[in-house]
């Protein structure tokens, strides 16, 4: 598999290889858990409608390949995608990006890993 994702104590490291660097135009990203709101499933219908049209730089093949960075400024998303129907897509706070969206092999317990490795959430006081 082309993405490689892993969960760390701290964070979530993204890498890109093979062809897909060049797609993508960047070997990866490293995600603070600080910065992780939510991770979730998506349908592709879904995500891609949501998602800005603009790359700058990234490659989009409709049902093919999509691929690099869309949107500009707090809008801005991380895309890894060939033709998988179901992705994960990861929701963020900060800069660089707003969410990151990947193919991985399995994206309901990947989102379900990311999800329990955040921590606990409260309410201000």
């Not at 979530?12 to 093979?18: I, K, L, M």
């Not at 969410?99 to 990947?110: A, C, L, Q």
């Amino acid at each position: 598999m082309p993405v490689q994702l892993r969960v760390t104590a701290d964070g979530v490291v993204v890498r890109f290889s093979g062809s897909d660097r060049v797609w993508a135009c960047c070997r990866g990203v490293y995600l603070p858990l600080s910065r992780v709101l939510l991770a979730r499933t998506l349908h592709r219908r879904d995500a891609v409608a949501a998602s800005p049209r603009v790359h700058l730089p990234g490659v989009s093949v409709p049902r093919v390949l999509r691929a690099g960075s869309y949107g500009v400024g707090e809008r801005r998303q991380l895309w890894m995608v060939r033709r998988a129907e179901n992705l994960l897509a990861i929701y963020l706070r900060g800069d660089p990006y707003h969410r990151v969206v990947v193919e991985v092999p399995d994206p309901d317990e990947t989102s379900r890993t990311i999800n329990e490795a955040l921590p606990p959430r409260r309410l201000p006081a």
